[in-house]
């Protein structure tokens, strides 16, 4: 209502202006000032609307142009005041023009500082944003940077970054991000933070380069998204898988032991009396023959529960993972030609990362075999840089790898369980007819000992 009234007052003071100078005009010949003392009016309505200052110029111009046509006459026409009062009406019509342009650009000028406080509001509500100098001083932080941080403005605005810092995160991790933003390039990844109270939170954060009109580099603006609850629900199912991995290698031991000392030694057993048989049945050739094929059949099964034993057991692995997918290898009856390479021969790694990686690669070369109808499977383990990269390629049939990877069958979903759960990245290529290529890359894994 204050507002109203006000605008109400300029209206008031500026046509009443107009009418005192009128009056003085048809008293005092003003002569050039008149067009001045009009043009002071317009100091009232700057802000008034376009209909305010169309009226407003008309009834100034009738005004200026008014005394001319009441005193004069053809004896008395004087053209040097008509000159004069011509002059104050262009002079009118010119504020007039700039008036409106102005009004129109102030209008642009409200409508576009109401659309960035709507936009800033939205992101003061839920984005957390700060804008810092090219040292990373915070110049400017936002409500929810305080609100997640437990930090107040005081406490954030004029310090480091490193105030948040949780030390989770390596050197080379944030020396990357500064080279990013450093060349004038947008940075985008997750971080975890400390708030004031200890407690720790992760965002997605992208980082980009303010420049001015120059084009130079003055500021880095950050705009982050609180994705703790993300992290914590991806860090409870790697949790979750990795306990159901561990039942299942449990669950693969104690199966591997009842065959080894159940199945296997009764088997053991049945093959002892079938040669018992045989040395006191020499003399019927049936019989005999009979008992011989028995014999084999036995042979034959003890072989295969030893084999399922092997393949459900992890205890090769306690030699190494180099020298237990040896064995795995050397173990196996195939017409597939595998090719083993490796550089790991004298290092050992986790108890974690070796049977996880034993299983994976144990889960290929049966894969292969069974499928691929593959001639040659070539298996290669390199370590360098604390980066250990596996590479089996087939030359079997393939299939399709943007089918498999869009559906995640049961075996290619264990796998890639199994490599998350290290810390990996599994890739999966191939093609029909052109045979299948699994990449394994796990980063920042380390030697243990010397095996």
């Known amino acids: 209502m204050q507002k109203i009234k006000l605008l109400s007052y300029a209206q008031l003071f500026s046509f009443l202006g107009l009418v005192v100078i009128f009056i003085f005009d048809l008293l005092i010949p003003l002569g050039v000032a008149l067009g001045v003392l009009y043009l002071c009016c317009f100091t009232f309505i700057l802000r008034e609307t376009k209909k305010t200052i169309v009226i407003f110029t008309i009834v100034s111009i009738f005004l200026i142009l008014l005394k001319p046509l009441l005193h004069s006459s053809p004896e008395t026409f004087n053209w040097m005041i008509l000159m004069n009062r011509c002059i104050s009406v262009i002079a009118i019509i010119i504020t007039a023009i700039i008036t409106l342009k102005y009004r129109k650009q102030e209008e642009k000028k409200v409508e576009l500082f109401e659309l960035l406080s709507s936009y800033r509001n939205a992101i003061d509500h839920n984005i957390i944003s700060c804008i810092s100098d090219l040292n990373g001083k915070i110049l400017i932080a936002n409500q929810k940077f305080c609100e997640i941080s437990k930090y107040s403005k005081k406490e954030l605005e004029g310090k480091s970054h490193n105030i948040v810092n949780s030390g989770y995160h390596s050197k080379e991790f944030f020396a990357t991000m500064w080279k990013t933003i450093a060349d004038g390039k947008v940075w985008h990844g997750e971080i975890k933070n400390k708030a004031k109270d200890g407690t720790y939170y992760w965002v997605d954060a992208v980082i980009l380069p303010i420049n001015n009109f120059n084009g130079t580099k003055i500021q880095y603006l950050a705009l982050q998204t609180v994705i703790t609850e993300k992290k914590q629900l991806a860090e409870d199912s790697l949790n979750l898988r990795e306990q159901l991995i561990i039942v299942q290698e449990n669950e693969r031991t104690r199966i591997a032991q009842d065959l080894h000392d ?73 017409s597939c030609k595998i090719i083993f390479e490796s550089t790991i021969v004298d290092k050992r790694f986790s108890e974690k990362v070796e049977i996880n990686i034993y299983r994976v690669l144990q889960e290929i070369i049966n894969n292969t075999i069974k499928h691929a109808q593959a001639n040659e499977l070539t298996i290669g383990i390199h370590y360098h840089d604390n980066k250990l990269l596996i590479q089996t390629k087939d030359d079997g049939v393939g299939f399709c790898s943007e089918i498999i990877n869009q559906k995640s069958g049961i075996g290619l979903s264990s796998l890639k369980n199994r490599i998350e759960m290290i810390g990996g990245n599994l890739k999966v290529n191939s093609s029909a007819n052109k045979g299948t290529e699994y990449i394994i890359v796990l980063e920042n894994i380390e030697v243990l000992e010397a095996a």
């Open 262 to 334: 159940g199945v296997g030694q009764i088997l053991v057993a049945s093959n002892m009396q079938i040669n018992a048989i045989k040395e006191t049945c020499s003399d019927h050739k049936e019989g005999m023959e009979l008992i011989t094929n028995i014999g084999t059949l036995l042979v034959n099964s003890i072989k295969e529960v030893r084999a399922i034993s092997h393949n459900l057991s992890c205890k090769a692995i306690q030699l190494g993972l180099e020298t237990a997918i040896r064995e795995t290898i050397e173990s196996l009856n195939s």
